[in-house]
């Protein structure tokens, strides 16, 4: 049987896409995944109604698109053990590893593949996550719309022009939410701090960012706007903002972003040698 989409792996990234595409209308039927541990496959057969087998050839076979979904260390390993299967199909193949460049796909897959590699981000797993695609040249616009549509499944999506921006994308939405969990911790400490319990200061710091995050979102105003906009002059804001400049803030959160763009960088390398 024909199956249009292959999972090359069914952990939290793969489960979340497929949670996502069977929401939005794709049959259970059209899906495979491979997993080698058996728990794993028993669980999305049992919560998604997909087929599974344990090993990645097998998942391949007849499948239109492939979405590699493994961790980078396996994905030499893997990407080689499905080559001959993926070029004789023609398949779409969807990466969404990361760290892994195209150029090193390519290596162990053969040329002439179409491939798409992605960076989604730790919320898709809840269907609130944004991901950045970058497409080998060549890829169709038919390519680039079914992966479109298959990462869509977990929240907005965005096309970067140059491979080289996705350690960027890496650094900024990548590792993104651990900026903001970090900052949700801060805020929950220094209202414990300050004499809140535990509970109501939690509470206060994740629906301030998750109501700080949907209006920047749904506002026409661009965050700084929005900022002075809470920020009256001579105000308990205003205090808090200047103390926040006073230590640097920008630069801090500049040096970070920047780190982590080259630590992507240096991964990528690291995994093109295996």
Not at 89 to 112: E, F, K
Not at 113 to 124: E, K, Q, S, W
Request: aromatic share 4%.
């Amino acid at each position: 049987m024909t199956r249009q989409i292959a999972f090359v792996g069914g952990g939290n990234m793969a489960t979340g896409l497929i949670g996502g595409l069977i929401a939005r209308g794709t049959p259970p039927s059209s899906i495979v995944v491979a997993d080698p541990e058996a728990s794993q496959r028993s669980r999305l057969e049992h919560d998604y109604g997909v087929t599974t087998v344990a090993d990645a050839p097998a998942a391949v076979v007849g499948a239109r698109t492939v979405v590699l979904a493994v961790k980078p260390q396996q994905m030499a390993q893997v990407a080689r053990s499905i080559a001959g299967l993926v070029a004789a199909a023609g398949a779409l193949v969807i990466s969404v590893a990361a760290g892994i460049r195209l150029q090193d796909l390519v290596r162990w897959l053969g040329p002439g593949v179409p491939l798409i590699r992605t960076m989604p981000n730790r919320p898709a797993l809840i269907g609130a996550g944004i991901t950045a695609l970058y497409a080998l040249p060549g890829v169709d616009a038919a390519s680039r719309q079914t992966a479109e549509t298959i990462l869509a499944a977990c929240g907005p999506t965005v096309w970067v022009p140059d491979e080289s921006q996705l350690d960027v994308v890496t650094a900024v939405s990548g590792s993104g939410p651990a900026y903001f969990f970090l900052l949700i911790e801060c805020l929950e400490a220094a209202g414990i701090e300050l004499g809140l319990d535990p509970a109501t200061a939690r509470r206060l710091a994740v629906e301030t960012a998750r109501g700080s995050g949907r209006m920047a979102a749904e506002a026409a105003e661009s965050p700084a706007e929005l900022r002075a906009q809470v920020t009256s002059q001579g105000g308990t804001t205003a205090a808090a903002l200047e103390v926040l400049e006073a230590a640097g803030v920008r630069g801090i959160f500049a040096a970070a972003v920047a780190a982590g763009a080259r630590r992507s960088a240096a991964l990528a390398q690291e995994f093109g040698t295996l």
